[in-house]
Nanobody
Framework: QVQLVESGGGLVQAGASLRLSCVASGRTFNNYAMGWFRQAPGKEREFVAA???????YYADSVKGRFSISRDNAKNTVYLQMNSLKPEDTAIYYC?????????????????WGQGTQVTVSS
């Protein structure tokens, strides 16, 4: 049984930084792509960032240059470093594990999801 557990969310002011973590268990972590998605109230879940098994990364335009995704295969953990946070970054952030080694921006390409962690950015 695959489990993903996120942590690191919180309430910060605009311009601040946060680092989200997601610890995975249940299958060989380094064989799979990992992604971060977010969902704001009243909006659909949207892609934020992804990293594949050979550590190639991809970002949504809205976070490019501010967010950075990384993975530590020895710790079965994927991170999302978020800098220069804006109020529009406010959302529940979800970690997801891909169906295979390559990343995708589509939620259907991920078959395991964490419970989410709230990020709130005040102006």
């Amino acid at each position: 049984q695959v489990q993903l557990v996120e942590s690191g969310g919180g309430l910060v002011q605009a311009g601040a930084s946060l680092r989200l973590s997601c610890v995975a268990s249940g299958r060989t972590f380094n064989n799979y792509a990992m992604g971060w998605f977010r969902q704001a109230p009243g909006k659909e879940r949207e892609f934020v960032a992804a990293i594949n098994w050979i550590v190639n990364t991809y970002y949504a335009d809205s976070v490019k240059g501010r967010f950075s995704i990384s993975r530590d295969n020895a710790k079965n953990t994927v991170y999302l470093q978020m800098n220069s946070l804006k109020p529009e970054d406010t959302a529940i952030y979800y970690c997801a594990q891909g169906r295979g080694p390559s990343w995708t921006i589509h939620p259907a390409g991920y078959n395991y999801w964490g419970q989410g962690t709230q990020v709130t950015v005040s102006s």
